[in-house]
Structure formats: C-alpha cells, structure tokens
C-alpha cells in the first residue's frame, strides 16, 4: 500500500507577481525550490492564506536569490501581489517506506528568503488492522 505524505512545504510565502498572460505555472526562487527539495516541471499546490484559494501547477525556475513567488496563467486571478500563500508538494510512499520518509518545511521571510529548514519524520507507527 502507498500513502500520500506531504514531502515539501513552504510556508507564508509571499506573491510577488501575477502574471495572467504568460503560460500557467508558478515561478519560484531556485533557492526556495533547493530548500523544499523541489524541481523544475514538479506539480504543486497552492493555497492563498487571503481568500482560501486552492489549486495546482508545476514549478519553473525563476531568477536565483530573487525571492520570487510568481503566478501564471489562469491562476493569476486567484491572488494579488503581497498574498501569503503555502506550497505543497507530496509523494506516494511505500508502507515499508515510512520510518524514513522526511518532509521538508521551509520557513521563509517577508522577502522570501529561507530562514529555516525543518526536516520531518514520520514518528507515529502505523498499526495495520487495529482497533485502536
């Protein structure tokens, strides 16, 4: 059996630009990409902290050191520039897989540049066939 576990998170991100005309995806700061353990063409979802907002894309890299946070395509009307938002990436992790699995959280600051890295195991072990 797989689960879907959260494996990256940028938190309190802040949407620097908006920019409907251009083809769909979101534009990040390589360095916050690095942090999170992100790629480029990886699909992410996007919650706007403002207006509840929610939806998914795929990552491309912006300029290094920039802080970055850009909105493209359609989804350029689901933020204003100055939004706080959180992205998320997931994985499928194989049962046997999840004492060492880690999520990644990365906190950033008004300029989203990386304050810190946290580094999250899953600490709880999975009781199959329980009846806790």
Do not use: W
């Not at 990644?104 to 946290?118: T, W």
């Amino acid at each position: 059996m797989f689960r879907v576990l959260c494996k990256s998170k940028i938190h309190r991100a802040t949407v620097t630009d908006a920019n409907l005309n251009y083809e769909g995806s979101l534009t990040l700061d390589p360095l916050l990409m690095e942090a999170a353990g992100l790629v480029p063409f990886e699909q992410v979802h996007v919650l706007n902290l403002n207006n509840g907002e929610r939806f998914e894309t795929y990552l491309i890299e912006g300029e290094r050191g920039s802080g970055t946070v850009c909105v493209n395509g359609a989804a350029a009307r689901l933020v204003q520039i100055g939004d706080p938002v959180i992205v998320l990436a997931y994985a499928l992790v194989p049962e046997e897989e999840l004492p060492q699995f880690e999520a990644r959280i990365v906190f950033v600051d008004s300029q989203n540049q990386v304050v810190k890295v946290e580094v999250v195991k899953v600490t709880k072990e999975v009781q199959v066939g329980s009846d806790a």
